[in-house]
T-cell receptor, first 117, second 110 residues
């Protein structure tokens, strides 16, 4: 148990559906991340939020829309996805903001296994 | 070519063997991370290091900044060590962004 929870753990959706992934961290951290892990590819950073502000968008298609209402919650809204978007989506959090100049350990959630039909 | 390369990609060994997984990187870094991913997906951070050597239980991680190389050692391996081990680096700028290797799938047979 890392202190980062994700729901749902598994999701199957059609290409016309709209769904949301949820992440919650109970660690009092200031930064939260979305990652994508596709089969046989390295983990890819999608978004970074620092204290609710998006600071990194790694050229992610607009069919993925993140939302960070507060520093403990992070959502990933999904709309008109493609089958190639099927992957494990991981959320993570870390203590520090980039202005601290420090690199901090990231704590990962268990992931949401997404299948797009 | 990936900025972070791991070897081997797959490793199968017998219980008790000494395991070494290697990671080479081609960019300037502020820190290197070793992560463990068990079946089912959850990832645990094992080490974050920027110089020298660290120990976590039986596991040992070393880094050589000049050679841009790190190794993860697992002495006296056990079937519960079976997992995917992932190397990742934080660049000097934008230290929150991790660049990942492709992972090494380790299987320890009893």
């Amino acid at each position: 148990e890392t202190g980062v929870t994700q729901t749902p753990r598994h999701l199957v959706m059609g290409m016309t559906n709209k769904k949301s992934l949820k992440c919650e961290q109970h660690l009092g951290h200031n930064a939260m991340y979305w990652y994508k892990q596709s089969a046989k590819k390295p983990l890819e950073l999608m978004f970074v939020y620092n204290f609710k502000e998006q600071t990194e968008n790694n050229s992610v298609p607009s069919r993925f829309s993140p939302e960070c209402p507060n520093s403990s919650h992070l959502f990933l809204h999904l709309h008109t996805l493609q089958p190639e978007d099927s992957a494990l989506y991981l959320c993570a959090s870390s203590q520090d903001l980039p202005t601290s100049g420090r690199t901090d350990t990231q704590y990962f959630g268990p992931g949401t296994r997404l299948t797009v039909l | 070519k990936n900025e972070v390369e791991q070897s081997p990609q797959n490793l199968t060994a017998q219980e008790g063997e000494f395991i070494t997984i290697n990671c080479s990187y081609s960019v300037g870094i502020s820190a290197l991370h070793w992560l463990q991913q068990h079946p089912g997906g959850g990832i645990v951070s094992l080490f974050m290091l920027s110089s020298g050597k660290k120990k976590h239980g039986r596991l040992i991680a070393t880094i050589n900044i000049q050679e841009k190389h790190s190794s993860l050692h697992i002495p006296a391996s056990h079937p519960r060590d079976s997992a995917v081990y992932i190397c990742a680096v934080s660049r000097r700028r934008g230290a929150q962004k991790l660049v990942f290797g492709q992972g090494t799938r380790l299987t320890i047979n009893p």
